[in-house]
């Protein structure tokens, strides 16, 4: 029986790094701190120079950015977190985000930096729900629906395929997309992939 090892075939998910959005500096404002968003996107927000305490970040509270202009409101509290509502966006933020200002929480991102922070974060976040699961015996099958053949085996960064022939190909995770009815396909034919298999020889295995 026969094991090639194959490139790429096809991208089926991107992974992107933490985004970090530049902020309007506080004044000795704290190192960066992750943000979390309620839904849909992630991305990441200054901290403040000092984190309130639950009673006063409270569900209800208006936030302010450094220049006093309005950000947004305090939705829910939730441990060391707190989801801060903007006209268009939510967002799930450390309470060290925060600092506590003479009319209320202040954060050192506007509004607008919010806004974009989340939308430009969504894709990723997209990316990832979208990465398929591949498990041993999965179906295969091409972009048109036709079989190609079984998951045999799979590990971090690869999977087996065998074809109905006996023949198994080895494939990066990445060449996997999401099927139908929970199963998988890749951008070759059972032939194409049969026919690429023999030309590339390679080690044979049981």
Known sequence: MKIVKMGMLMGAGVVL???????????????????????????????APAAPSSATLAAGAKVVDTSGGPVGTIESVDGDYAVLATTNSKV????????????????????AQIDAAAAQAAPAKAAAADKPSVTQGAAVSDMQGGA???????????????????????????????????????????????????????????
């Open 17 to 47: 790094p933490a985004l970090m959005i530049p902020a309007v500096a506080l004044a000795q404002a704290a190192p960066a701190a992750a943000m979390q968003p309620a839904t849909p996107a992630t991305a990441a927000a200054p901290a």
């Open 148 to 206: 190609v053949g079984t998951v045999a085996a799979v590990n971090a960064q690869f999977a087996t395929v065998q074809l109905a022939t006996g023949t198994k190909v080895r494939l990066p995770i990445t060449a996997f997309a999401a099927g139908d009815n929970g199963g998988l396909k890749i951008a070759m034919t059972a032939q194409q992939l049969g026919a690429a298999a023999g030309a590339s020889g390679g080690s044979t295995g049981k």
């Open 92 to 111: 799930r933020l450390p309470k060290s985000s925060f600092a506590m200002g003479p009319n209320g929480p202040v954060i050192a991102m506007t509004a």
